[in-house]
């Protein structure tokens, strides 16, 4: 595992040596970005192309006059829509108007909103030339002309696995609230401190494992607690492998498709597989097969139950409404008023 580690990272150094520096364009995407040069969120032809043309990297609208710096697939789905693998800047948008990233001559790369506020920044530095190129894998890499690596967007996922992407201890992936809400949700994937690679409901009132299921032990689950390595990747072919001997195939396991594996605003791991000919992305492995078992599916005071053809549903026990019908996660609340003090006895309903 260290060592597919170790060899991704030479990749990168050797396809970084194979292109040259290229400066930013107004009016063109571009190969890479260099100390001084900047990216607009006003010219949406302002993007970086992995050479491949696989993946995409610029401004990416997340919501109204709301814009997040973020990684995609550069063919749209079937919906027409772009697949995003990674945003800088998911829980603080940029406005749509005079917003940059920008390459600062000391290498530090910024993103600065429409009043010049910093929202995110790789506090790099270097007195050599420096570049921010995406390569052929989707990771966005930040180099010095020597092939030092200074930041990589790998090292910082937010609900999104690449193949060889590797999950570490010091990493974790982290849903999105909804699914056109981008912004960091309430689910977590990340290696516990007994070693074991575990997803996590982290809600406003609660907070409980819900995989593997807590009332099996880590053994008993096929899991080990003794490698403290901390480490976890799938490679081209579809195969996971954990530290915590964790390891799973896809179902379509082979060369060809393009993977990711996302931890989605659900709560539910899948790894996805794209098939070309439709567009269309088609789960090739879940973590949990029954939706209801995941911790606050429906929030508090709420029901799930199955339905065919939809999936999970959610109601509220009787007496409640919907707190918001947007968001199943923040539960029902009570049709009736409640009201109690020290001077009275009794409830008024």
């Known amino acids: 595992m260290a060592t597919s580690f170790l060899l991704l990272l030479l990749l990168n150094v050797l396809v970084l040596s194979s292109l040259p520096f290229s400066s930013s364009s107004s009016s063109a995407t571009l190969s890479s970005l260099s100390k001084g040069s900047s990216l607009s969120v006003e010219n949406p ?10 993946f995409s990297s610029g401004f990416y609208p997340i919501g109204e006059n709301a814009y997040g710096f973020a990684i995609w697939f550069t063919k749209p789905s079937s919906n027409g829509n772009h697949t995003l693998v990674w945003l800088a800047n998911r829980d603080q948008p940029i406005n749509g108007r005079l917003s940059k990233l920008s390459l600062l001559k000391n290498g530090n790369l910024i993103l600065t909103d429409a009043d010049q506020s910093i929202l ?16 052929d894998n989707g990771n966005l890499i930040l180099s010095t002309s020597d092939n030092v690596l200074l930041w990589q967007s790998f090292d910082s996922p937010t609900n999104t696995l690449l193949p060889q992407q590797p999950l570490t201890r010091r990493t974790q992936l982290v849903s999105s609230r909804s699914r056109t809400n981008y912004s960091s949700g309430l ?12 997803l996590v409901f982290d809600g406003p009132e609660t907070s409980s494992i819900y995989w593997p299921d807590a009332w099996l ?8 607690r003794y490698n403290d390595t901390r480490i976890a990747e799938y490679d081209l072919l579809g195969h996971f492998l954990s530290s915590d001997k964790l390891e799973f195939r896809a179902a379509d396991y082979g060369a060809g498709p393009q993977r990711r594996l996302v931890l989605d605003f659900d709560g539910n791991l899948r790894l996805y597989s794209l098939k070309e000919e439709t567009g269309d992305w088609v789960v090739s492995w879940q973590a949990k097969s029954k939706a209801c078992r995941i911790h606050g599916a429906c929030g508090l005071n709420g029901m799930c139950r199955y339905s065919a053809g939809f999936g999970r ?13 947007t968001d199943w996660s923040r539960g029902c609340e ?14 008024t309903f």
Not at 45 to 54: A, E, F, H, K, R
Request: proline share 4%; with cysteine.
């Open 45 to 54: 032809t302002n993007v970086l192309i992995s050479s491949n043309n696989l």
């Open 120 to 135: 995110w920044a790789t506090d790099t530095a270097s007195v050599s030339s420096v570049q921010l190129l995406l390569l």
């Open 187 to 198: 689910y977590k994937l990340f290696f516990d401190d007994d070693n074991v690679l575990r």
């Open 217 to 224: 032990s880590a053994e008993n689950d096929g899991r080990s």
């Open 313 to 325: 549903e959610c109601s509220c026990l009787p007496g409640f409404r919907i707190r918001d019908p």
């Open 334 to 347: 009570p049709e009736f008023n409640l009201s109690c003090n020290q001077s009275e006895e009794n409830f």
